[in-house]
C-alpha cells in the first residue's frame, strides 16, 4: 500500500491541507476531499476540458494531474469566479447569452474563458473560438458561448 | 477509469533521479508533463509500481541562447517554449509546431523533454526535431550521451534511451534570417493527433537559391521520416511551382504509412503529396519575407 501523503494547497484563496494516496487525481480531490464540486469531471484522459482549473495561474485539465503533485500550488477552480454570492461577469455573460444548457462543460469553459480574458483582454472571435476548442460542449453548438466571451471581455475590462 | 496504486517519489536533481531508477528499474516510470503518461494510468494501461516525479528538477526548466544554439532543458514546459521570444524569433518552427499540441491546458503542463521520449508517431515535437539537426543529450549512471534524432527514434513509442537514462537538454541550431518554413498538419479537429503532417525549411542562399531543403512527415511510419530524394530535388534551385509538385510527389513515395482506424494507407500518403507541396510553398514564401 502506497504511503499517504500531506499535502497543502490554496483553493480559491483558501489554504486546506490532507493526506491524500498518490494515485488521487486532483479532480477528484477537489471534488471528494475538498467538496468542490463545481470542478467536474468527464472523460478522464485529457480530451473533454470539463475539470479544467488554473493552477498558479494557467490552466490544467486536473484529470491529468494528481493531488500530490498539487502540493504547494494555488488553484482556481469554478468556485473562485463569484465573489460574495455575486456572478462574475463572466458568468452573468453566460447566463445572458444562454451559453450552457446542460451545463456539464461550464466550469471548463468558464475557466479557459476567464484565462484567455486575463491574458488577452480584447480577443478577436477566432482567439476565442481557439480558447474553448480545447473544451467540448454537446449542446450549445459554441456560438452562444463565444457571444458571451465577447460580451464579457468590456465588462471584464472595466468598461 | 481510475489509476492503480504506485509508490511516488519526488526527485530534485538529475543524480536523485537516477540513483531512483537504479534502485526501482523496471517498476518505475518517470513522470514530467505527464499529459500523455497519466490517460494511460487512468485507463489503466500503464501500471507503474513507482512514480518518479521529476517536475521538482528546477535545473532541468530553461531556455536560453549558447553561440549560434538554443538550449533547452528538458523540463520545459510546451507553453513556455510557445511563448518565448528566443524560441519565436530563433527557431519559429519550433514555436509554430507546440502551438499545434493538443490545447493550452494540455501545453502548460506538457514537456519538451517528455514528447520526446513518448515517441508517439503522431506528435509535433518528434517530428520537427528531424529537420533542426538536433541533439538530445542523456544521462545515465555512466556517464552523459548526446544522440540525434536518427539515433534516439528508434519506432513507434520506442527510443534509444536506456533503462537507466534519463533526457537532460535538447540542443538545436539557430535557424539563420531568411530560412524558410513551414509547420502543416491533417487533422480532424483542432488538437487532436494529426493523421501526416509535414515539416519543412528551407536554408537559402544569394540571390533566391535554396542551399539546402529539410523536408520531414508525421504520421506516416514508426518514427518520422526525411524525405530525402524529395530534398535533393529542391537542393541548389530557385524554387518554382513545378519542382515543389515534383518534391511533393517523391516525398509521398518515401512514405510508408500503414492503414488504420483514422486513416487508409493510401489517404495518408496521397495528403503527404498535398501537404508537403502545401508546405513548401509556404515556406518559399516566408523565404522571401513574404
Not at chain 2, 533521479?17 to 505527464?34: H, Q, V
Not at chain 2, 535538447?170 to 479537429?189: A, D, M, N, Y
Request: proline residues 4%; charged residues 25%; hydrophobic residues 40%.
Amino acid at each position: 500500500m502506497a504511503e499517504r501523503r500531506r499535502i497543502t494547497v490554496k483553493v480559491n484563496g483558501v489554504e486546506y491541507g490532507r493526506e491524500v494516496d498518490p494515485k488521487r487525481l486532483l479532480v477528484d480531490f477537489l471534488r471528494d476531499d475538498l467538496e468542490l464540486i463545481g470542478t467536474h469531471v468527464g472523460c478522464e484522459h485529457g480530451f473533454c476540458g470539463a475539470c479544467t482549473v488554473l493552477l498558479n495561474g494557467r490552466s490544467i485539465r486536473s484529470c491529468l494531474m494528481f493531488a500530490v503533485q498539487a502540493d504547494g500550488a494555488e488553484i482556481m477552480t469554478v468556485e473562485g469566479l463569484a465573489e460574495d454570492g455575486k456572478l462574475h461577469p463572466l458568468q452573468e455573460a453566460f447566463q445572458e447569452h444562454h451559453a450552457l444548457q446542460c451545463g456539464f462543460c461550464t466550469p471548463g469553459m468558464l475557466i479557459v474563458t476567464y484565462e484567455l480574458l486575463k491574458d488577452n483582454p480584447d480577443p478577436t472571435e477566432e482567439e476565442v473560438r481557439l480558447a474553448v476548442a480545447g473544451v467540448l460542449c454537446r449542446c450549445t453548438g459554441y456560438k452562444q458561448i463565444i457571444d458571451a466571451v465577447i460580451a464579457a471581455a468590456p465588462k471584464m475590462r472595466g468598461g | 477509469m481510475k489509476p492503480s496504486a504506485f509508490e511516488y517519489f519526488t526527485a530534485s536533481t538529475v543524480a536523485e533521479a537516477i540513483s531512483l531508477l537504479e534502485r526501482y528499474e523496471d517498476e518505475a516510470k518517470i513522470i514530467a508533463g505527464g499529459q500523455s503518461l497519466v490517460p494511460m494510468m487512468n485507463f489503466r494501461v500503464a501500471q507503474p509500481e513507482v512514480l518518479i516525479d521529476i517536475n521538482g528538477i528546477k535545473e532541468l526548466d530553461y531556455i536560453r541562447q549558447e553561440d549560434d544554439e538554443i538550449v533547452i532543458g528538458a523540463l520545459t514546459r510546451e507553453r513556455d517554449l510557445e511563448l518565448s521570444p528566443l524560441v519565436q524569433e530563433k527557431c519559429p518552427i519550433l514555436a509554430e509546431a507546440i502551438s499545434l499540441i493538443g490545447h493550452a491546458s494540455i501545453r502548460t503542463r506538457g514537456t519538451i523533454g517528455g514528447s520526446l521520449v513518448h515517441a508517439d508517431p503522431a506528435a509535433e515535437i518528434p517530428l520537427t526535431i528531424y529537420g533542426l539537426d538536433a541533439k538530445m543529450k542523456v544521462v545515465g549512471p555512466s556517464g552523459e550521451r548526446t544522440l540525434e534524432p536518427e539515433e534516439f527514434f528508434l519506432s513507434y513509442l520506442t527510443t534509444s534511451l536506456e533503462p537507466l537514462e534519463i533526457l537532460v537538454e535538447v540542443r538545436i541550431p539557430v535557424l539563420p534570417q531568411k530560412t524558410g518554413w513551414s509547420f502543416v498538419e491533417l487533422t480532424r479537429r483542432r488538437g487532436d493527433f494529426y493523421i501526416v503532417a509535414v515539416a519543412s525549411i528551407l536554408f537559402m542562399e544569394k540571390g533566391g537559391v535554396c542551399k539546402e531543403a529539410r523536408i520531414c512527415l508525421g504520421g506516416v511510419g514508426p518514427t518520422s521520416i526525411r524525405a530525402e530524394e524529395a530534398e535533393e530535388i529542391l537542393a541548389g534551385q530557385v524554387i518554382t511551382d513545378e519542382l515543389i509538385e515534383k518534391a511533393g510527389q517523391k516525398a509521398a513515395e518515401a512514405a510508408d504509412p500503414e492503414s488504420d482506424y483514422h486513416a487508409s494507407a493510401e489517404y495518408r500518403r496521397d495528403m503527404t503529396r498535398v501537404f508537403v507541396q502545401r508546405g513548401l510553398a509556404e515556406a518559399r514564401n516566408r523565404a522571401k519575407g513574404g
